[in-house]
């Protein structure tokens, strides 16, 4: 069991968490969610022991063991995939040195790089060599080869296709030890999590929702509604207070000013007497401690595609197509078609070759056999998976102004629809987090006006707030989408159709097959 009591954290002047407690009881599985900058990293290194807090504690029931997945996996001393094996057995149970894993060890570390869809790596593979996606696995296979009473994972589910994903929700479900994850796919949630802990980036506090994430969404969005007419019925009461004030001191004047009679006098000051009182009686009303502020949303991306100009029948044909690499067929003899307005969803296994069929499309990569044609007035918008799309060393301004020039102001104000704030936007894109590179990728997607997207795991990296208002925009957007993406509610809300790349042939299918309808 895991108890985390009163943890406070200030990194300078701003205050990321405070006095946070909660307690992670045996075989739970919670999910810590919260916007961008809200400390749920923070928390998790807190509770790892790779950070220290300002005040509180962490404690342990006795014989539990803690296994932490950091959200950039890193290859630390270790070379090869067996090292890193073996740092984490020693870790928990190995004394000394062994340099080789015993074959129960190996068959397992197997057992579960096949659930990944990575046991085609051997145990000499240098670490510096993987992927992004291998690396990820390697660093899950290696912590649950150790069995931790207490599994601690931030963002497991990055750079995992939709099988990886699905075996690790399986996994999860049945795993005996308690789990405290952070992920902004929905899905996975749903199917992994039983109570929700939300970190509020404005309260730095903490708040408890018992069910899965589509609970905790049900109820958070019932809160708001409710505050909302709360608040609507105070402002009428609001209106209905000082109207009643005017109407009667109106009268008292009227009444004072119409006639010279003593009595009549009197009685128009007694009236005035009682407007003032109404007037107090507004004013209390208006500095009580119970009423409310009209709600607000929160700092939140905003997108808006808007308009294009003018659509093409077919956005894209090939006929066809093919490409290989290192003598491996990715791709052969593709038939493809997309209308003009058609959203498709293409997916398929880490390294079937998705991203280079997007490439050979968008003109990157030679095909090896057959022909691709764009729609003649389609006009493109790229975002690319890796974000080598953006100049390092040019400032988020400077990066904007090249795609549509405008002036100073205007350009600070895009932004910071984008969550860029005055300060990052003149910082070399190099010095920016992956989710800030991503928001901007986003920012020059807009300002670029294209007519037919062509998105390469554009969520990667977005909180999910960010993630629903993108998805907004895309439901919105009239024009054509060609996306690869492994978040499963993303693809489901924003494509009608789902390309499946698996043996080197492209296979139809429909985005809502991907999720249960319950979600």
């Known amino acids: 069991m895991l108890h985390v009591n009163r943890i406070s954290k200030r990194f300078d002047y701003t205050q990321i968490l405070k006095e946070v407690s909660f307690t992670l009881g045996y075989g739970e599985k919670v999910a810590l969610v919260g916007a961008n900058g809200s400390g749920k990293s923070t928390l998790m290194q807190i509770i790892a022991g790779t950070l220290e807090a300002d005040a509180g504690t962490i404690t342990l029931s006795g014989g539990d063991t ?40 190996e068959a397992e570390a197997y057992r579960i790089l096949a659930g990944l869809g990575s046991d085609y790596l051997a145990l000499d593979s240098p670490l510096k060599q993987l992927s992004g996606g291998e690396l990820t696995r390697v660093h899950l296979a290696a912590l649950f080869l150790t069995a931790p009473t207490i599994l601690l994972l931030d963002e497991p589910t990055n750079h995992l296709d939709i099988p990886a994903l699905e075996w690790l929700e399986k996994f999860l479900q049945s795993y005996y030890g308690s789990v405290l994850l952070i992920s902004h796919d929905r899905v996975f949630l749903d199917r992994v999590v039983s109570c929700v802990y939300e970190l509020d980036e404005v309260t730095q506090g903490i708040r408890k929702f018992p069910g899965d994430y589509s609970n905790y969404a049900r109820v958070i969005a019932e809160e708001k509604e409710k505050a909302y007419e709360r608040w609507k019925d105070q402002q009428a009461e609001i209106k209905r207070l000082k109207a009643d004030w005017v109407q009667t001191a109106e009268q008292a004047r009227h009444t ?101 069929l997007l490439k050979v499309l968008l003109g990157q990569l030679e095909p090896l056999s057959g022909t691709y044609r764009w729609g003649g007035r389609i006009k493109i918008g790229y975002m690319a998976q890796n974000q080598d799309t953006l100049d390092p060393k040019k400032s988020a301004l400077e990066t904007l102004q090249d795609i549509r020039p405008m002036a100073m102001s205007e350009a600070y104000h895009f932004l910071h629809y984008f969550l860029l704030d005055e300060d990052q936007v003149i910082l070399p894109t190099a010095s920016l987090s992956y989710g800030q590179r991503a928001r901007l990728m986003l920012a020059c997607l807009v300002a670029e006006g294209a007519t037919f997207l062509v998105l390469d795991e554009p969520v990667n990296y977005l909180d999910i707030p960010s993630r629903e208002q993108f998805e907004q925009a895309l439901q919105a957007f009239s024009g054509g989408v060609l996306l690869v993406a492994h978040d499963r509610a993303f693809i489901s809300r924003v494509t009608e159709k789902t390309w499946l790349l698996e043996d080197a042939k492209v296979k139809m299918g429909w985005s809502e097959d991907l999720v249960d309808e319950s979600f």
């Open 66 to 105: 803690l296994g932490y997945l950091p959200q950039a996996g890193e290859t630390g001393e270790t070379r090869t995939i067996e090292e890193s094996f073996l740092h984490a057995l020693s870790a928990h149970y190995r004394s000394g040195s062994s340099k080789a894993l015993t074959p129960a060890e």
């Open 256 to 356: 004072e000013n119409q006639t010279k009679d003593s009595k009549m006098r009197r009685y128009a000051k007694k009236v005035a007497k009682k407007g003032l009182a109404k007037k107090h009686r507004l004013e209390r009303y208006l500095e009580d401690e119970a009423r409310i502020e009209k709600p607000m949303d929160k700092w939140r991306l905003r997108v808006n595609f808007g308009e294009p100009e003018h659509h093409s029948a077919i956005a894209l044909q090939t006929d066809g197509l093919g490409f290989a690499y290192d003598q491996r067929m990715l791709f052969e003899d593709l038939n493809l078609t997309i209308q003009g307005q058609e959203r498709v969803a293409l997916i398929g296994a880490n390294g079937c070759g998705k991203s280079t």
